[in-house]
């Protein structure tokens, strides 16, 4: 692995809302391979599990050990009886106790202009422990509703949890809020009573990060399409209340690849990075948070 120098990201305060400002630095970058382009990660109960579109859509576990993730030889393919399901993942929503959600989007045509949105809900643990889909893919989704693509990650409104997703373009984005239990007996997300709340955010949301004792919801961007690092820090109650985005910060960087996901660790002033990029796919980002 190779560590690159520190890169220092420049934070831009754009909201004042009652909420500490933030800001933050690259720490560490290094290369974590055989995830092909790495699409995003997921951190649950100490465990890391980063997901890409190599041959088939693939998931891999690791643990965080200092400031480096290693990898526990544990890898799991989004197949079925060895058909590619989720080529592109896109996200995952989990919660213990709630339906497993996972995203994906469908290249329609050579070009890649045209893409569908899938939402798949899956068992979880049965996932984990076959190491594929067989068996374990209980309900297909058309998101039809999206803009542009999808991208599953629960948040927390007024005590119950809901299963976000955000758009992708540069045009009407949107946040949109889903009942969960229902949304995992649909079969589209434009059925009737499914939606709970929306509200309009900025372009370029690659993934969704929810910090639930803050009630901040993060919305991993692009500054512009496919390119340049953004963090957006949202205010989650105050922007369903008025059905925009209520901006308590954005981080920018000069990193010039596909930022694709990022998670807070076991400690809120440090989380990790991915992007699509081969080499230097992962990095430490270390998080300040004014009391």
Known sequence: MKIFNTIILSALLISTLNYEPISGNITKTFTIDSLGACQGISHQNGKYFLYGDREVGVMREYALEHDSLIYQNKEYRFTIKGENVIKHPTGIAFIKGMPTFIGNSVRQNAEGTLWKAMIYAI???????????????????????????????????????????????????????????????????????????????????????????????????????????????LDLDKSVASGREEVIKVIDTDKADELEGFTLTDKENKGIAVSSSRKSNVSMVSLAWRK
């Open 123 to 233: 068992d979880w643990q049965g996932f984990l422990k076959s190491k594929t889909l067989d068996g374990n893919l209980l309900q297909t989704i058309e998101d039809d509703a999206c803009i542009q693509g999808t991208r599953p990650e629960y948040v927390k409104h007024k005590g119950k949890w809901f299963m976000a997703t955000a758009d992708y373009g540069n045009k009407a984005n949107e946040v949109r809020l889903y009942h969960a239990d229902k949304l995992a007996k649909a079969t589209k997300t434009s059925e009737a009573g499914l939606l709970y709340k929306k509200f309009t955010c900025s372009p370029w949301v690659q993934n969704l990060h929810f910090i639930e004792d803050k009630g901040i919801l993060v919305l991993v961007q692009n500054q512009i399409e496919g390119r340049k690092w953004r963090l957006t820090f």
